[in-house]
Nanobody, 124 residues
Framework: QVRLVESGGGLVQAGGSLRLSCAAS????????VAWFRQAPGKDREFVAV????????TYADSVKGRFTISRDNVESTMFLQMKNLKPEDTAVYYC?????????????????WGQGTQVTVSS
């Protein structure tokens, strides 16, 4: 069983930065994919970024490419989402997720474990 806990959300002005963290406990195999998703009010959960727990080249949604960076620290069992040049449309609850399979998928239904979410609000 894997437990994920996000932190680091908050209120920031447009153009600002935030770094989200996701602390993982339990057994995460190097073959796992770990990802960030977000969900704005009245909208479906949306893929943001994914990386293999063992490392490798990450994949980003077009809407965040060049502004967000996903990373992980295997020693600390923590993954991160560095967000720069934030825009009001980035406002959402951000979730970290883990998939037992090494496919780096963008579909939320593929993920087996989820955190509780952290709110990010970007003011204009």
């Amino acid at each position: 069983q894997v437990r994920l806990v996000e932190s680091g959300g908050g209120l920031v002005q447009a153009g600002g930065s935030l770094r989200l963290s996701c602390a993982a406990s339990g057994r995460i195999s190097p073959t796992y994919s770990v990802a960030w998703f977000r969900q704005a009010p009245g909208k479906d959960r949306e893929f943001v970024a994914v990386i293999m727990w063992s490392g490798g080249i990450p994949t980003y949604a077009d809407s965040v490419k060049g502004r967000f960076t996903i990373s992980r620290d295997n020693v600390e069992s923590t993954m991160f989402l560095q967000m720069k040049n934030l825009k009001p449309e980035d406002t959402a609850v951000y979730y970290c997720a883990a998939d037992e399979y090494p496919y780096a998928r963008a579909e939320a239904k593929a993920y087996d474990y989820w955190g509780q979410g952290t709110q990010v609000t970007v003011s204009s």
